[in-house]
Structure formats: structure tokens, C-alpha cells
């Protein structure tokens, strides 16, 4: 333990030969863009092509941000065209394997012609300037072929995450308003198929502003698709028709790019709204000098591209560096739990992103996995969703990266667009769990609730807010700009900061440290507690796999800490493990947050996009009826949760 605590106080400076070669590594970046900042992004907007260049850099009025005004550009003509021009039309775009373990490559040439095929088809179908197309797809190359042909002719996409259910696809089409629905007749998990074309047809029953639906034929059984003859129609029947040449239309910058669904405090989804040339630049940077993206590389984000993460650092930031992309459909434990390292192995990826929760189960299936296999060709690590734990880093950092490959923890929303604070991987010394600083150009505070920053080079804890308007900044909530308002820039409205929802803890170097959403952080008899440290501490003990934490409603504290605990494979549960576990915890951060119930269960409640759903597990700690569970990604683990192993002694 002793020693854990030493690693955990330890820094990862960068190593020299990594900082040698690194995009950045002459740390007065900072502050040549705090000088300037609409100068630094000015200047790295010029790294895009655009058909006419901005007048005016950005324009501010509160809350409401336009980036790159008069300039016009086309995402997709940045992605593929200049790179086929530029002399990389024979370089690997996207390698793609399938959960069953079919391959294919697509070179920026060929991906380029794709990308027009699907560009011609959607507006033979109709689909014009500004007309919205939903997506629900699985992660497979027309997915990123889809998103990058609505780019193309500027129709704004919204993807809808694969494994979302019909009533949240039929929601997100009526909210968007979709003319045009993408989708296939099934993709693979685990040895199964996804039905996607099933929950579609149920998504569009009754009325619906959908006209046409195009169809992937991805598990190869067309004549059991269920069909509706005139409305839909195979993606591959009418590519085989489309000419191959398309030209891109000039968008404005200030042109909607996308609307991404995400979930709210509230039950109806918020629809982000990004718009051209501010998320384009926003995306491309970072991806370049965050990742270290270098002509060679072999990149892997493991992220949907139903989530932001996928939108931003599976395509438009890759590819618009000219990088090959890696993607892979399945199952990380398909058809078994080496998967990702087989691929690894077999593809030479050289950069990893992936979420804490997937680093957590990779600890908690055990070294002999990554072990089986070559990770040589690794170079860096990069971890995002949620805040990491330091065993999680550790571990990550030792059996994944063999400890020569730096780790970027990246901070950032749906609503950033990009990633917000994060190491530098050829200047900053890393601290396991903290995502160092703001990235150039980004202007970030840890503020109270006044919105009072915490005293200059202090160390100190309170909410994060962003100061300034950043280019891939969200522009407002699809069809509720009075929401938009009111979620982010209500709070501290009268300094004009975006309020992000997480609280932070700044270090005396300054460096920030990602405490989670705000409202994980307790309030335990008038001691702040954050989730995560408790978590943290728990998940320090060697018979624990993962863990999850929350305040539930108490009399005379306030609020008492309800531990979910999952053990690692082979521990027993006992009523003497689960006081051992409390006694950890209190012995690790002091007897205030020693958890008053604990409960053993084999999985934790997560969203689909690996959350842990604290809201459910409050309610189940404060004994109420369950609410609304249709994000689970697995729905019994509800029940089996309820009647566990507990203790509530
Ligand atoms: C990119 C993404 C956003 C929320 C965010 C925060 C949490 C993301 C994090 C992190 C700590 C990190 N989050 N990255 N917390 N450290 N490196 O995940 O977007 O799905 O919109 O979630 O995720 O709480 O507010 P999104």
C-alpha cells in the first residue's frame, strides 16, 4: 500500500526521446496563447483548407460564440480531398475488423470515392442544404462514410448511438427533425446480432418526419431484413449506381455540423450544436498535438461513433490530420478477453484512447492477457469519460503502456466539441488521475460558488468553469436556446463563464484534477467528500475490481456514503471482507468517509456509454422505486443489485 501511495505522488516527465520527436514540446505554447488566444486559434485554423477565409476570428455575445465569420469551408474536402491531393491517396484512411474478424482497408482515395458515391445518393434522395439525416449505425466504415457525406453536401447529421433503444431513436429523429434515417440490418456483439433495422422500423411507426430509410447490409442476410417496399432501400444497391465524383458545397462557418443527442439532468436529451469551422479547427488541433499524430501512426480511439468522442477522435480529427484510423466493431472480450491486445498486436497500433471503465475491466480480468501479446508497437495512451482512478493510470500505464508511453487524461464534454484539459504528452509531467491543464488557448478556472476563483497559486477545490469562448465551443441547444442558456451560462451568468457541471481540484503547480459531476460530490456532515477519492480508496484494495460511490439522504449528516463494490474474479464475498472494506476506506482517507452501507454486486449499473448510473444506485441506497433504466446497457443487472450481497449494519 505504502508503495502504491509513492506511485501515486510519483511524476511521468515526458522522456526525452518522446519530447525529441513530440508535435509540441517548447512548453511557452501556454503562453503565446493565453497572449492571444483568437491569434494562436487564428492560427491554427489556417492549417485547413478554406474555399474563403474568415473576416473576423470570433465574435462574443454572451452566451452566445461564431468563430471564423465570412470564411467558408467543407469538412469532408479537409478529411479526404486535400489528403488524396497532398499525396497520401494510397496511405490506409481506415483499417477496419469486424467483431467476426472480417477485415477492410479503405485508402483516402478510396475512401474519398465513397464518400461521394454516398454524397450523390443522399441527394438523389432528396437531401439538401441544412435537411437533417439521423444515423444509427454500428462501428463499422459507413458510419464515418455516411458522416462525412452529409458534411459533404452540408446536411447536418445527428448519430444516434447503436445501442439505444427504439423509443430513444424515435425521440432524437422527432426532435431533429430527420428527413432521412441511415441504419443496417444488424451489426455484431458478442456472436449475436444487434438487430438495428428491427428497432428502426419500431422507432418510425406512426408518424414520423422520415422519408427514405437507407440500409446497410452488415450480417449479410438480406431476405431476413424486414422491409417496407418504396420507403427503404439498400445502401449498396444504390452506391453501385452513384457516380464517384462530387463536389463539395462551401459551407459557411457558422453552418450547423451536426446536432449530438446527450443526456441532461432532466429526461429529454439536450441536442449539442456544433457548427463548422471553429469544431473543425477545434478537432484537428488537439487530435495533433494531444495524440502526437505523426504520418506513420496507426491510431485506435475505441469510442462509438455515437458518442462525441467518436465524432471527434474516431473521424473529423484524424482524418482531417491524414492519419489511419483503426476501428473495430465488437466486443472487447470477444471471443475472448485479449481482444483488444490480439488487435493490437496485429494491427501495430501505435495510439490507444479508451475510458477508464474499459481499464478498470482489463484489471479486473487480470495481467495474463495483455501478457499473451506484443504491445511494442504502442507509443501512447490516452484515457477519456470519466475521471480516472491512479491504480486505474497505474496499471494502464504499466501493463498496457510498459511503462515508456506517456498517458494524456482528457477532460472534456459533448458540449466542448474537443478535448478541454489534458497533458501535453512531449512537455507535461503527468500525475496518475490528473489531466494536467488547459489546453492552449482554452481558458479554464476553478472557481466557488460565487464564481470567486480560488486564490492565485493556491491549491484548493470548487467548480470548473471555462472564462472564455472556445472555437468548437457548442453554438446552442438544438431547438431550445432558452435551455441552452439556462443549463451552462445561468450559474455565473453575471461573469459570463460556461458552467461545465464537474467540480475540480487545482494543485499548487496548478495542475487540475477532474472530481467528477458535481453531483457526486457529497456533502457528509459539512465535509466535502468527492466520489471518487472514496471510490478510489476502495478500489486500492487488492480484493476489489471496481467500484462506485454515492451520497444517499441521511438525518443527522446530510448525506452518508453508499458503497457498489465489485469484486475481482475468485474473491468470495463475507460479511468479514465487507467490514475489512469500510476499515480500508477509513484507514485511507479518515473515519468520516468510512461508508455507512456497502453492497457486493458481480456488475455495476452503467449507461451504454460506460457511466456509472449514480442516480440508480441512489435510489436503490434510499430504498426508492427504480426510475427511468432505459440507458442501462444491461437492464439485470438492476435486479440482480437490488437483492445482493448487502450489509447495511
Ligand atoms: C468526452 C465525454 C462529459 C462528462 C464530463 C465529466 C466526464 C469526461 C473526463 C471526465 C474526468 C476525464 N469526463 N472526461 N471526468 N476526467 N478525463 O466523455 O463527453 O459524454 O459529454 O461526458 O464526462 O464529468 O462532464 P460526455
Not at 367 to 377: A, C, G, I, R, V
Not at 582 to 610: N, Q, W, Y
Amino acid at each position: 500500500m505504502a508503495e502504491l501511495e509513492q506511485e501515486v505522488a510519483q511524476k511521468f516527465p515526458p522522456a526525452a526521446d518522446f519530447a525529441a520527436q513530440a508535435n509540441w514540446n517548447d512548453p511557452t505554447i501556454y503562453e503565446t496563447a493565453a497572449a492571444d488566444p483568437d491569434a494562436f486559434w487564428a492560427g491554427q485554423a489556417e492549417q485547413l483548407v478554406w474555399s474563403r477565409k474568415w473576416d473576423t476570428v470570433s465574435e462574443w455575445n454572451p452566451p452566445h460564440a461564431k468563430w471564423f465569420l465570412g470564411g467558408q469551408l467543407n469538412v469532408s474536402v479537409n478529411c479526404l480531398d486535400r489528403h488524396v491531393e497532398g499525396g497520401r491517396a494510397d496511405k490506409a484512411a481506415i483499417v477496419f475488423e469486424g467483431e467476426p474478424g472480417d477485415t477492410k482497408t479503405y485508402t483516402y482515395a478510396e475512401l474519398h470515392q465513397e464518400v461521394c458515391k454516398f454524397a450523390n445518393v443522399l441527394q438523389s434522395q432528396g437531401v439538401q442544404r441544412g435537411d437533417r439525416v439521423t444515423i444509427y449505425l454500428p462501428m463499422i466504415p459507413e458510419a464515418a462514410i455516411a458522416m462525412l457525406a452529409c458534411a459533404r453536401i452540408g446536411a447536418p447529421h445527428s448519430v444516434v448511438f447503436g445501442g439505444f433503444s427504439a423509443d430513444s431513436l424515435r425521440e432524437r429523429i422527432h426532435d431533429s427533425g430527420s428527413k432521412l434515417l441511415i441504419t443496417a440490418d444488424g451489426g455484431w456483439r458478442r456472436g449475436g446480432v444487434v438487430k438495428l433495422k428491427e428497432a428502426a422500423d419500431q422507432a418510425l411507426a406512426g408518424e414520423t418526419t422520415i422519408e427514405h430509410v437507407i440500409v446497410v447490409n452488415r450480417t449479410g442476410k438480406p431476405e431476413e431484413t424486414p422491409w417496407t417496399a418504396g420507403r427503404d432501400l439498400w445502401w449498396h444497391e444504390l452506391a453501385s449506381d452513384a457516380s464517384d465524383q462530387n463536389e463539395a458545397v462551401a459551407l459557411d462557418s457558422e453552418d450547423l455540423l451536426f446536432i449530438l443527442y446527450t443526456s441532461g439532468s432532466t429526461g429529454k436529451p439536450k441536442g449539442i450544436a456544433h457548427t463548422t469551422g471553429g469544431y473543425l479547427t477545434g478537432a484537428t488541433t488537439t487530435c495533433k498535438y494531444i495524440f502526437d499524430l505523426k504520418d506513420d501512426d496507426v491510431y485506435w480511439c475505441t469510442a462509438d461513433v455515437g458518442w462525441i468522442t467518436g465524432h471527434s477522435y474516431v473521424v473529423y480529427g484524424p482524418l482531417s490530420n491524414g492519419a489511419t484510423v483503426f476501428m473495430y466493431e465488437g466486443a472487447p472480450d470477444w471471443p475472448a478477453r485479449d481482444r483488444f491486445w490480439e488487435l493490437i498486436e496485429k494491427h501495430k497500433i501505435t495510439i490507444l484512447y479508451t475510458a477508464p471503465t474499459a481499464i478498470r475491466a482489463f484489471m479486473k480480468w487480470g495481467t495474463e492477457w495483455p501478457e499473451k501479446h506484443d504491445l511494442s508497437s504502442l507509443r501512447l495512451l490516452g484515457s477519456v469519460g470519466e475521471p480516472i482512478n491512479p491504480e486505474a493510470w497505474l496499471w494502464y500505464h504499466k501493463n498496457v503502456g510498459g511503462e515508456r508511453c506517456p498517458i494524456v487524461d482528457t477532460w472534456w464534454q459533448t458540449e466542448t466539441g474537443a478535448i478541454m484539459i489534458t497533458p501535453l504528452p512531449g512537455i507535461s509531467a503527468t500525475k496518475p488521475a490528473s489531466a494536467s491543464r488547459p489546453f492552449p488557448g482554452v481558458s479554464a478556472l476553478v472557481v466557488d460558488e460565487k464564481g470567486d476563483p480560488l486564490p492565485e497559486g493556491g491549491e484548493g477545490v470548487g467548480l470548473l468553469v471555462i472564462t472564455k469562448p472556445w472555437p468548437s465551443m457548442l453554438r446552442t441547444l438544438w431547438g431550445d436556446d432558452a435551455r441552452y442558456k439556462e443549463v451552462y451560462w445561468s450559474k455565473f451568468a453575471d461573469k459570463g463563464y460556461y458552467f461545465a457541471g464537474d467540480g475540480a481540484k487545482r494543485d499548487a503547480e496548478g495542475d487540475y484534477w477532474l472530481l467528477g459531476r458535481v453531483d457526486d460530490v457529497m456533502n457528509v456532515a459539512g465535509h466535502r467528500v468527492s466520489t471518487m477519492e472514496v471510490e478510489s480508496a476502495l478500489v486500492d484494495h487488492p480484493s476489489v475490481a471496481e467500484a462506485a460511490v454515492i451520497g444517499k439522504a441521511h438525518d443527522i449528516k446530510g448525506q452518508a456514503i453508499s458503497a457498489f463494490v465489485t469484486l475481482k474474479e475468485g474473491i468470495e464475498p463475507s460479511p468479514e471482507l465487507m467490514a475489512e472494506l469500510k476499515a480500508h476506506v477509513a484507514k485511507k482517507i479518515g473515519a468520516i468517509c468510512r461508508p455507512d452501507d456497502l453492497f457486493l454486486t458481480a456488475e455495476l449499473p452503467k449507461t451504454r456509454s460506460g457511466k456509472i448510473m449514480r442516480r440508480l444506485l441512489r435510489d436503490i441506497a434510499e430504498g426508492r422505486a427504480l426510475g427511468d433504466t432505459t440507458t442501462l446497457a444491461d437492464p439485470s443487472v438492476v435486479s440482480s443489485l437490488k437483492d445482493k450481497y448487502t450489509d447495511e449494519s
